[in-house]
């Protein structure tokens, strides 16, 4: 099943055919699509694709979801977890691995949103879908995503060529999340 999920300041509803236009809107900031999408301009098409990729990926507990501040319809950005793609093409270690992926509205970088969204996401990968790792990709340029991923207690494991940009990889097993913080309490999954 794929979840709702909720944090102590956040809703993460599972994204639906009829967000495609808030999606749309936050991949298309120039800020957001930098690093996402290598700062390619993101047309309705494409969104409308990774969109239709994500949602093919529900039975399988990933997917993406949508975050909204509580109590709230805004929408401020989009968490996924994801079968790793193209990345694996750089670094063929990635293959077969699960990714969380983030994307928040510019409007609301700084305040912590990415960080408690996808602790979120980690704790649901790890504690209901039990999965054996998860691992990240970051341009190398991006520098404000390094420090994400590690403050989430992902490990750098090397820098590679990417399509771009040179890509950081990491990894965080599920091993490791229990020794580090798997007594803590996670989200609430919610019907």
Sequence with gaps: ????????????RPAGADDLDSLWALWAEPEVRRFLFDDVPVTRETADEVLGNCLQTEEQGLGLWIVSPRDTEATIGCVGLMPVSSAAEYDPSLRGAT?????????????????????????????????????AVND?????????????????????SGPRYRLQTYELTRERFVAGRGTESGPRATE
């Design 99 to 135: 990714e969380p992926l983030a994307a928040f509205a510019p409007s609301s970088w700084g305040h912590g949103y990415a960080t408690e969204a996808l602790d979120a996401l980690i704790r649901y990968a790890f504690e209901q879908l039990e999965v054996p790792r998860l691992v």
């Design 1 to 12: 099943m794929f979840p709702h999920l909720a944090t102590a300041r956040l809703d993460l």
């Design 140 to 160: 190398v340029p991006n520098e404000a995503s390094d420090r994400l991923v590690q403050r989430l207690g992902f490990e750098v494991l090397r820098e590679v």
